[in-house]
């Protein structure tokens, strides 16, 4: 047995502790949390994280996205129409963009010829004052198996397209054959399709809403065309308010699954309706609540499978919990509970703004909130997991409208641009511009291993991940709650696959490369001391890394 150097001994005769401890902090993938207190968070959740998303095994940084359409007019892109055909080679699916002047088809990716200002819409507007072109959609079929879809917004009225015709025309009101009309006291009347502000589908039946009404009209049973009927919603709501729109909740109320007409007003109100026929006795409220003040938004309920969520000041509030007999006032059942503290200042704060919109992506498992970009800050929306629940933040993304199509996602940005989401570069254009890295920064919540009393010093931080070429990043300690520290960007540039210790290979100089879908780790050394620390973590990548945590050293000091 060889023989070691002793261990120092104490005047006690017992050996010093070692003069580091480690610590791990995870991967946040507890998502942001705004709601739990500071001192207590839990240490898989985090203070921030932007672009670098909560995933099921770790911290994994979004996609980026390229130019998909251009030259579609100078203004923002309001609303992104998918239509899926009834064809199943879906060669006859389509997709739309919409701006306050028209709806042009960006179906195929492509370049707008050179010469040519901009792109001709597929149907014009006759009006462009807002909230020109912040529309909504539905499609359906009638009863000769035709499939349409339909777009409706507050200032242009109601438009149709035709899959058979491949053409979008205008719905006329009129008294004749294929025009809309009601009866007006026993007179035959055209009705006022330049009105119309929202269109959807429940049980067979074309509903459309009227700006500025809390009333709803609905066409006969499988017809895009005819006779409306007026059914009145105004009773159901006492917080006053016209009528946002009505969507389709297919849920199980407790008689089994069934088909219900969910109705929401703009002061807060949502009443639930179930029944088959609204002109008979048994079509009625089944519920009513308050959620709080609605954004100037027609675009602000999404469905996932049984859950139907809606945006209100209060946050995101899910309808399931409501027929449950949750209070929509019960922050803490919200589904953004973790972010609500910064949602509702953000709805708050451009309420009037009719950009706002829920978006269900299914192919990437995430819900998105778009929200208005404000003044002082960069584009930025609320993304959740759809499987672990948990809130991140994009940022960068230029995104006003947005929707899936095709398994894809698509977004509407300023300049007549349309963005699909895909890639990992941000920004690369049609004619083969390249995109940039990805930026990226998150903050951990804060820990006090051993004691909140005493003070630390953070050493070393590794950090542990998974990706392509390893990233370039910055990775220090954080101390005591400064939530607003400054996170340096790395300034590497390239990746240096063949660094030597102590040759090519310099701390916070040279990147080093990795494998395909390696695993690996990187030390860096950090300053500072307090009672607390987290982790803060700026960076930009051309990969989809997946931080999966951290490991520290990390020395002990006394309570002064």
Known sequence: MGVGRAKPLSRMGVSFPPTAMPYTVPASVGGMNTLDSLMSMPPQDCIYAYNLMPAERGMKLRKGYREWANNLGSE?????????????????????????????????????????????????????????????????????????????????????????????????????????QYDNAGTPTAFLVADVAFVMVFKQRIWVVLEDSDDAWYLPVASIAGVLTKFTFGAK??????????????????????????????????????????????????????????PNSRRIVAAYGAEMYILSTYGVTSLMDLLQGTPSSNVRSSISAKINEDLRIDILADVASSEWSINIHPADGFLQIVAPKQTNRNYVQYNQNLNTKAWGLWELVPTISADTWDGGYYMGTTGGQALQYTGVSDGGLIDGTAGVDVEYRILTSFQAPGDHSSFKRVGFIRTIAISSPIASFSAVAVYD????????????????????????????????????????????????????????????????????????TMTTGGFL
């Open 481 to 552: 709650y400064d939530e607003s520290a400054a996170l340096a960007q790395s300034t590497v540039q390239s990746v240096d696959n063949g660094a030597l210790w102590d040759t090519s290979g310099v701390w916070d100089t040279s990147l080093w490369g990795s494998t395909v879908n390696k695993a690996y780790d990187f030390s860096k050394g950090s300053l500072g001391m307090g009672r607390t620390f987290a982790i803060g973590m700026r960076g930009h990548s051309n990969a989809r890394i997946e931080v999966v945590g951290w490991d520290v």
């Open 237 to 294: 709501l006492p917080h006053g308010g016209d009528l946002m729109g009505l969507w389709n909740w297919t849920v199980d109320g407790g008689a089994g699954v069934d088909d219900m007409l969910i109705a929401v007003s703009r002061g807060g109100d949502v009443a639930v309706y179930q029944g088959g026929d609204p002109s008979l006795s048994d079509f009625g409220a089944i519920g009513e609540w308050f959620i709080g003040t609605i």
């Open 76 to 180: 923002e892109i309001r609303t992104i129409l998918p239509y899926q055909s009834q064809n199943g080679d879906g060669t006859k699916n389509r997709l739309f963009a919409v701006t306050k002047d028209g709806i042009f088809n960006i179906t195929i990716r492509q370049a707008h010829p050179t010469g040519i200002p901009n792109q001709t819409a597929e149907i014009a507007f006759g009006t462009q004052t807002d909230p020109a072109g912040y529309g909504v959609k539905c499609e359906f079929t009638n009863d000769a198996s035709d499939h349409f879809m339909f777009y409706a917004d507050a200032v242009n009225g109601i438009h149709q397209y035709t899959e058979s015709t491949n053409a979008w025309t205008a719905v006329v009101g009129g008294t004749g054959a294929g025009q809309w």
